[in-house]
């Protein structure tokens, strides 16, 4: 997956999240954070020569630690990103994040 496919993505996932009724948010936001995991968040890492049981163990705990933290960093920033444009539309009677979002989907397009 290249980076503008990571990026079309995260705007997917910020579309996902925005639609979302208030009741409905967390089911959103695990749709939206499962997406991204799905090829965006999948690493292999490849060792040079053996490697034993307990480092093989050790760096599994490690990218499992990295990938468990960046996940809550992640939806630490959707939420983030729901309340700002409920804000904003809120205050600005003329504002349309869903058209934002697709203006900035076609300039990824391109």
């Not at 079309?8 to 939206?32: I, N």
């Amino acid at each position: 997956m290249d980076q503008r496919e990571i990026m079309q993505r995260a705007l997917g996932v910020l579309t996902l999240t925005y639609d979302a009724e208030a009741g409905e948010s967390s089911d959103y936001l695990r749709t939206a954070l499962k997406s991204l995991q799905e090829g965006v968040f999948s690493y292999e890492v490849k060792v040079d020569g053996e490697l034993n049981e307990a480092g093989a163990q050790a760096l599994k705990q490690a990218m499992d630690q990295v990938l468990s933290q960046f996940g809550w960093f992640t939806a630490g920033l959707l939420y983030a990103f729901h309340g700002v444009a409920q804000a904003y539309e809120n205050d600005c009677e003329e504002a349309d994040v869903q058209d934002v979002l697709k203006q900035l989907a076609l300039r990824l397009a391109d």
